[in-house]
């Protein structure tokens, strides 16, 4: 079964916006730290936004605070990452992870997402200026 599937990349210009879902098992999704990464190559993989499944609680990464809103919908097992304002520097591969069990205070501190133990296979963003 097929754990964390990301979709709705793509292209778009400079100050557009896109959401991008993530569809989740339940075993996955439930009791989960879950987050939005992104990783150009060549570059160190970097945590976006963080959430965590049934609480409500959430974290952005500086670069992202005020464009960026993770959300949940717990009835469909869904992660989102609407983003808004999209800069040229946005551009990389985006990745849906989860962290099972995990407090709290150690995934959305896991700047790298070493400590995230499921993984979708990503989708591309691209924004142009």
């Known amino acids: 079964q097929v754990q964390l599937v990301e979709s709705g990349g793509g292209s778009v210009q400079a100050g557009g916006s896109l959401r991008l879902s993530c569809a989740a098992s339940?075993?996955?999704?439930?009791?989960?730290?879950m987050a939005w990464f992104r990783q150009v190559p060549g570059k160190e993989r970097e945590g976006v936004a963080y959430?965590?499944?049934?609480?409500?609680?959430?974290f952005y990464a500086d670069s992202v605070k005020g464009r960026f809103t993770i959300s949940q919908d717990n009835a469909k097992n869904m992660l989102y990452l609407q983003m808004n304002s999209l800069k040229p520097e946005d551009t990389a591969m985006y990745y849906c992870?989860?962290?099972?069990?995990?407090?709290?205070?150690?995934?959305?501190?896991?700047?790298?997402?070493?400590?995230?133990?499921?993984w979708g296979q990503g989708t591309q963003v691209t924004v142009s200026s």
């Open positions: 339940a075993y996955t999704y439930n009791s989960a730290c």
């Open positions: 992870a989860a962290a099972r069990g995990v407090s709290w205070i150690g995934c959305s501190h896991d700047r790298t997402g070493n400590t995230y133990n499921s």
């Open positions: 959430a965590y499944t049934g609480l409500s609680w959430t």
